[in-house]
């Protein structure tokens, strides 16, 4: 009896010692993820190294490769351009950008005439774009454009236009058009023209004209221009969704904008793959948006957006997309625009992208910019688990990969 009793308690014993020495899922996840780990080299805008070789290969294997980003990360610009370069090798030849198809186009013309002609047409008053007044993104365009330098449309926007009004409907002014459109058009560019200098004067973001536009005032045009050609429709399109999107968030709003918006982005990624099917083309394209832009699945902002989109349409042609997070990391400022200067300055992170990914992190050396491959993560977070925060289980299964980038700096005005 006294030797039965004994070899319970061991049995007991060896149990709970074995429950104690169970590592927690916690501990499982950043033993999983240093395992795959890789360090990303650069020195001048040159990368190399494992982090490189893995992308490269993940790219090529793709139809889409989807860089989704915290903005204004000078290092990540220059990182961008380098990956499209290398890419071009494996038949990419488009690059999907967070502007307008009409801007895309200007810029697309601009950029291929160089780094010059880029920054006099960004310099004109009334055609700053979001995001390319800043030097390295600028650069970006350039060496996007030179590495495509044979075709005749490399660059496809695909979102809306916050700062660009003035020149679309410079635009619009010079085409032949009925009287009413006219009348209609002159009414539209007046109200931009006010507000903008209602702009300079107060230098108030809410007199930024899409912001503080009418709609209504683009609808009007729209129906007095039944006949306008594809060139006007889109650029009429391109003003209607942006001042929409914009009410509804100054009207609080925020979902519904949101989701007008990701329709918007939707809508005109669907209208360029289509015109490359029907020209018999099936391009392979790098997007370059924020994160919450490319995420696979339900997006930070609770809709569902290109990331979804572009994943869905790779599968229906038996191909498949790959999903790029990069975040600044440690040590690290990026470009954060003023609206009331429309210039950028240094500023910590602030789009709150690394929220749940306190448990990766720590497992980037801090002098390093460092890839995680965060699908071998996904077999630990089948299910939501106590320990495991939202954020982290949307990124480990809308992402491919984690570019930590510590110690990277804030990009500068063109």
């Known amino acids: 009896m006294r030797v039965l009793l004994t070899l319970c308690l061991l049995c007991v014993s060896t149990a709970v010692m074995a429950e104690e020495a169970k590592p927690t899922l916690t501990e499982r996840l950043q033993s999983t993820a240093s395992e795959h780990r890789y360090a990303l080299h650069h020195d001048a805008g040159v990368f190399g190294g494992p982090a490189w070789e893995q992308l490269l290969s993940e790219g090529a294997k793709a139809q889409f490769f989807l860089l989704g980003e915290e903005h204004g990360i000078a290092e990540n610009a220059e ?8 890419l071009t090798k494996s038949g990419y030849d488009r690059f999907a950008i967070e502007i307008s198809p009409p801007l895309a186009s200007a810029l697309d013309q601009a950029a291929a005439a160089g780094l010059e002609s880029l920054r006099e047409f960004l310099n004109t008053p009334g055609q700053a ?4 007044g800043m030097a390295e993104e600028a650069q970006l365009l350039v060496d996007v ?44 560019s007046a109200a931009s023209a006010q507000s903008w200098e209602r702009y300079a004067e107060e230098r108030s973001p809410q007199y930024i004209y899409s912001f503080a536009g009418d709609p209504q005032l683009v609808q009007a045009l729209r129906r007095a221009w039944p006949q306008a050609n594809a060139e006007a429709r889109r650029k009429i399109n391109t003003l209607e969704q942006t001042l929409r999107i914009n009410q509804l968030w100054v009207q609080g709003q925020g979902l519904a904008s949101n989701q007008h918006r990701a329709d918007f982005n939707r809508a005109n990624f669907i209208d360029y793959w289509r015109a490359e099917r029907e020209a ?22 609770e809709v569902f957006d290109l990331g979804s989109l572009m994943a869905e349409t790779a599968a229906l042609h038996g191909g498949h997309s ?11 400022q990026v470009a954060r625009f003023d609206p009331t200067t429309l210039r950028v300055a240094p500023a910590p992170a602030k789009d709150s992208y690394a929220k749940g990914l306190e448990v990766l992190l720590p497992l980037a050396p801090e002098a390093q910019f460092t890839l995680f491959d965060l699908r071998p993560l996904r077999p630990l977070l089948g299910r939501q688990h106590a320990e495991i925060s939202a954020e982290l289980m949307r990124i480990v299964h809308g992402f491919d990969a984690l570019l930590l980038m510590n110690g990277s700096t804030p990009s500068g005005n063109l």
């Open 145 to 188: 454009r030179a590495a495509t330098a044979g075709s005749d449309t490399v660059l496809w926007g695909l979102d809306y236009e916050v700062l660009a009004d003035r020149y679309l409907l410079a635009q619009l002014q010079t085409m032949d058009k009925p009287e009413a459109a006219q009348q209609a058009l002159d009414v539209l």
């Open 322 to 332: 790959f999903h790029l997070l990069v975040l600044p990391g440690v040590q690290s």
């Open 280 to 301: 018999g083309r099936m391009p392979k394209v790098v997007a370059k948006f924020g994160a919450s832009h490319m995420v696979r699945g339900r997006s930070m902002t």
């Open 129 to 132: 774009v979001a995001f390319f």
């Open 79 to 86: 990182f961008a351009g380098a990956l499209y370069a290398a």
